[in-house]
């Protein structure tokens, strides 16, 4: 028997599987979907079988076989095997990063150098000779202090450098121990009268016979040591087995079980509709506003189908979401969620995933890749806040949540639904065609009106002399809630935007030495930073070009904004939630949790804070500049900022209390801004496809971004100039082909970066000439130190 096998090798030219002979006991063992080490020239590496055979097109006798068989379950099945192709495909990227991509990080291969004997034990030099004795290998890093002799048995062929997969187990073991179950055995245990720890434990056995504890909580809980417990384990009262089990990711609020509320009529609406299709592969754009109760149709949906037998995936932008999103479906599902996260350890992302695979669970909340989860028996998929970018990866396999999503519901018969308050122009634009059904909600829940919403203009604010970052209107609002113990939250829109230092007599701007960017003050650190390379270097107090020592911040982080606030109102409690205060694990919740039982009176923070939130106390939301993301050189930079404004917007006055938000904005006149004022989504989306059609942009046309870089400016432009021609003289001519030129950011980390756009309707060819590009890149340019990246839909062309 031969086994096709998809290798984790990055960068071999040919992309397809490589046979292997399966050796005789590995034949009724082994099936697709298994991982297994392989030889691969002079390495071991990880692959996947992708399907088992009878025959090859190769001389069987020369096949090398499988070293090793890594699961004794697949971990990934018919469907997904089948999906990692149609993403080749579809993402034009290499099957083993689809693969790759679909398990947790705790399953992928990672490699270590080692030297293997390739020559009688006794052929090796004496003070080596007992390194070789233990195992057959000596990893590199083990061996420091004989390296030199290691070198001379390697060029005298005693033995060989290798790199090998190295054995990591991912599953977590405790210690169990098994009180005996019998309390006759108990009583017949003699223990010494002043052995006072055993006599303690053994009081604590005799209220658990039979049972199993975990010998940590057998601990605390009696409260004796280990030796103790080992003690009576010797004597026969209990036995000690090393048991599987799963990580336990905290959550910090209590769970307490919830039910289905009354749906309104237009949740009714919308859930019928979902209820009727629950076994037709449909998908929905459920079109709702903030606070519309969006969530509670996902959470009845859902219940339908486990009401049905069986699962469903919940995906969720990000993970600033996942705390409050998680809760609210442990509340209704308890123990049948399982959560998947970028927050969660390798390890605890592993065990969640495990209760999938064993079907121990029925629903999973998580990020992007959740949509990946091995369910065989899907009645819904359903991704919350469709439009967001986090959605699409940025590097390889450069998939799209969505299509995935949609591409499973063809294979499970079972409908998908996109819902947001401002769905993406391609999701509502198919929606208007009738290739997706609109559900739309109009009003919110509780029948609570929109906030209002204030646009101030900053430039009349200036005029009257106001420099401060907060304008009138603002400032006086923000003190009012403060008076009346109401909630604020603060949005800072940061993204390409923070403070950098530039001196006020040269106009010298603080740059990375390795890329084309400013460098970011970091307060906490008072260190200069690269967000691109890493790059720091401590602040400069005399300016590094002209020695002035007028050199000073600009731009306004978060921190910065905390300073003015507190000057502005002393008084009040805050708390900043940005990249910086979230690093540590579990920091999101506890600043969220604090917030929402009133611990603060201000939140601060970024585009993390601009979803999701759902608290009742807050009536203010303050944009302290909409303008930011408005001015970015990308296609989809008005819709961003309509997104942005309406989500933040929408975290005012969900409940009983009304909301008020100010916008404050420099182009208070343009239509991103004028339309989220009122959230009127319709006109919004006519403009911006007028603009769109005009321009030649998605969702008119499909968009592909090639990158090259290189660390020769000149090599880096040469390869996109040759792939431009390249392109030019295969793909049609209704299809156009911008560049190359210069990417936004020009140089990052000494590389230099050029890219081309391709905007096409229809294009047959695309796949192939594609396909054929990243050969030539594979074959000749990768060699010479080019990267080549190419985004089918990219969420972004800067
Ligand atoms: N049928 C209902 N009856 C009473 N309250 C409801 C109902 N549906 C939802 N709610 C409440 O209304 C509020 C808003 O609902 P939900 O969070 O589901 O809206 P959403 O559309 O998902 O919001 P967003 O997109 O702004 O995050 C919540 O507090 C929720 O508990
Ligand atoms: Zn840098």
Redesign the pocket.
């Known amino acids: 028997m031969i086994a096709e096998v998809i290798v984790d090798v990055a960068a071999h030219p040919i992309d397809r599987p490589f046979d292997y002979a399966i050796p005789a006991h590995l034949q009724v063992l082994i099936e697709p979907g298994m991982r297994v080490k392989v030889p691969f020239g002079n390495r071991k590496v990880l692959g996947f079988i992708t399907a088992i055979k009878e025959t090859t097109e190769f001389d069987p006798a020369r096949l090398k076989p499988i070293h090793e068989l890594m699961d004794v379950v697949p971990v990934l099945n018919k469907e997904l095997l089948e999906m990692a192709r149609w993403m080749k495909e579809k993402t034009v990227c290499f099957e083993i990063d689809a693969l790759q991509v679909m398990i947790p990080s705790a399953l992928r291969a990672k490699y270590e150098k080692r030297f293997v004997l390739n020559a009688p034990l006794e052929e090796i030099a004496e003070p080596l000779r007992i390194y070789f004795e233990k195992r057959p290998f000596v990893r590199s890093q083990d061996a420091v202090e004989v390296y030199g002799l290691l070198k001379k048995e390697l060029n005298r062929g005693t033995i060989v450098a290798d790199t090998d997969i190295s054995q990591q187990t991912a599953v977590k073991k405790v210690r169990m121990i098994h009180i005996a179950d019998s309390l006759e055995k108990l009583d017949s245990i003699e223990i010494r009268a002043n052995a006072k720890q055993q006599v303690k434990l053994m009081e604590y056995m005799k209220n658990r016979v039979g049972q199993a504890i975990e010998s940590s909580h057998m601990q605390k809980e009696a409260g004796v040591s280990l030796p103790t417990i080992y003690g009576l384990v010797e004597k026969g009262a209990a036995f000690i087995k090393n048991e599987e089990s799963y990580r336990d990711p905290q959550l910090l609020t209590e769970i307490e079980k919830t039910h289905s509320?009354?749906?309104?009529e237009a949740?009714q609406v919308a859930f019928d509709a979902v209820e009727r299709s629950l076994n037709t592969p449909k998908t929905f754009l459920l079109h709702?506003?903030?606070?519309?109760?969006?969530?509670?149709?996902?959470l009845q949906t859902i219940d339908q189908v486990l009401k049905e037998g069986k699962e469903a995936i919940m995906l969720v932008p990000e993970i600033s979401l996942t705390p409050q999103m998680t809760i609210?479906f442990k509340e209704r599902f308890g123990d049948l969620v399982a959560v998947l996260h970028s927050g969660l350890s390798a390890g605890e992302k592993y065990d969640e995933w495990r209760k999938i695979q064993r079907a121990e669970v029925k629903v999973v909340v998580g990020a992007r890749s959740a949509i990946f989860a091995p369910f065989e028996n899907l009645g819904l998929i359903i991704l919350?806040?469709e439009h967001e970018s986090s959605y699409k990866q940025d590097d390889s396999p450069r998939y799209h949540a969505r299509d995935v999503a949609i591409w499973r519901s063809e294979q499970h018969n079972c409908p998908v639904i996109l819902?947001?308050?401002t769905p993406s122009l391609e999701s509502y634009a198919r929606a208007q065609k009738g290739v997706y059904e609109l559900l739309v909600?109009e009003k919110?829940?509780?029948n609570q009106p929109l906030p209002d919403v204030q646009i101030v203009d900053m430039r009349e604010e200036l005029r009257n002399g106001n420099r401060s970052m907060f304008s009138v209107p603002l400032a006086e609002a923000i003190r009012d809630r403060l008076e009346k113990k109401e909630q604020v939250v603060l949005f800072l829109n940061k993204r390409g935007y923070s403070s950098f230092v530039l001196c006020r007599d040269c106009g010298t701007v603080m740059q990375c030495p390795n890329c084309d960017i400013s460098l970011t003050y970091h307060r906490s650190s008072e260190l200069m930073k690269c967000h691109y390379c890493g790059y720091d270097e401590p602040v400069p107090h005399i300016c590094p070009e002209c020695e002035s020592e007028h050199i000073r911040f600009f731009g306004t982080g978060t921190q910065k904004v905390e300073e003015e606030l507190a000057k502005l109102v002393p008084e009040a409690r805050v708390l900043r939630m940005d990249v910086d205060s979230t690093r540590n694990k579990g920091a999101h919740e506890k600043i969220l949790s604090a917030f929402g039982q009133g611990k603060a009176d201000i939140l601060l923070g970024t585009q993390m804070i601009a979803?999701?939130?759902?608290f009742?106390n807050i009536t203010l939301v303050g944009v302290l500049s909409a303008d930011t993301t408005l001015h970015l050189p990308d296609f989809r930079a008005a819709e961003k900022t309509y997104q942005l404004l309406t989500?933040v917007s929408?975290?005012a006055g969900?409940?009983i209390l009304p909301g008020e938000v100010y916008v404050q904005s420099y182009t208070p006149e343009h239509y991103a801004i004028t339309l989220a004022k009122d959230q009127l989504y319709e006109p919004f989306y006519e403009q911006e496809m007028a603009m769109r059609r005009a321009s030649g942009y998605p969702p008119y046309y499909y968009v592909v971004n090639i990158q090259f870089t290189h660390e020769d400016l000149m090599t880096a432009s040469g390869y996109a100039d040759q792939t431009v021609r390249y392109l030019q003289s295969q793909l049609s001519q209704s299809t156009i082909i911008i560049g190359p030129s210069a990417s936004l950011i020009a140089r990052v980390n000494n590389r230099y970066r050029y890219q081309c756009l391709i905007k096409y309707k229809k294009e047959p060819k695309l796949s192939d000439v594609l396909q054929q590009l990243i050969k030539i890149y594979r074959s000749e340019w990768l060699k010479k130190g080019a990267t080549l990246s190419i985004d089918m839909n990219p969420t972004s062309v800067m």
């Open positions: 509320l009354l749906l309104t949740q709702g506003i903030t606070g519309s109760g969006k969530t509670e149709i996902y609210r919350d806040e819902g947001s308050a909600l919110r829940a509780k979803k999701g939130l759902d009742p989500q929408g975290r969900r409940d």
